[in-house]
């Protein structure tokens, strides 16, 4: 059963968002691939402003897919532990950690028409 770590994210006050996407895809993401076990996935989802809509509570939306609960535990473990830290110390260059959602949840596909 693979599960799919959700994180919502908001940028740090004091950046724009070009900012904060930019160095979310451009340096983050790198990171997160090079240091985070066990991932199997990862999408950053970058949500867009409408005119109607106006600006989202969200600047966008992390997807990172693990194989099983297990290995998203051990991903969990490292990224809370000291290993981490480095992961967490960037999080703090471009996002508002005190704000961050998130969710671990099961894929349950209803329609898949690639």
Partial sequence: MMVKLFVMAKRKKGISREECLKHWQEVHAPLILK?????????????????????PPFDG????????????????????????????DDEE????????QSFVC???VIKDNP
């Fill in 106 to 108: 099961e894929e349950i």
């Fill in 93 to 100: 260059n471009f996002l508002d950690v005190h704000s961050h």
């Fill in 35 to 55: 240091t985070l076990p066990g991932v199997k996935k990862y999408v950053q989802n970058h949500a867009l402003t409408l005119p109607v809509a106006g600006e």
């Fill in 61 to 88: 939306l992390a997807e990172l897919w693990f194989d099983d609960l297990e290995s998203w535990r051990k991903a969990a473990d490292f990224y809370m532990g000291d290993s981490g830290k480095i992961i967490r």
